[in-house]
């Protein structure tokens, strides 16, 4: 997300969507799911978990909730 100045983005952090978006992120750690990855000069993201690339911080947040990256994490917690 790219704020135009500094009330802008202040205002974006303590937005609801953005408090929703950061519990997700912070519960998706909490179970162990292996660190998103940022892809060299663009703002695409990686889950090594599942090896898929999302266009960006918002795609990566929807693939991190939903019912495929749910499954492999289930497999990959019953497998350690």
Do not use: D, W
Not at 13 to 28: D, S
Not at 30 to 53: D, H, K, R, Y
């Amino acid at each position: 997300m790219r704020c135009g100045n500094v009330q802008s983005y202040e205002a974006h952090q303590v937005g609801q969507k953005h408090k929703k978006k950061l519990a997700r992120l912070e519960a998706a750690k909490s179970i162990g799911v292996p660190t998103v990855q940022a892809l060299s000069g663009s703002q695409a993201e990686f889950c090594e978990l599942c090896n898929v690339s999302c266009s960006g911080r918002e795609v990566m947040l929807a693939h991190l909730c939903g019912t495929r990256h749910k499954k492999v994490g289930t497999v990959f917690s019953m497998v350690q």
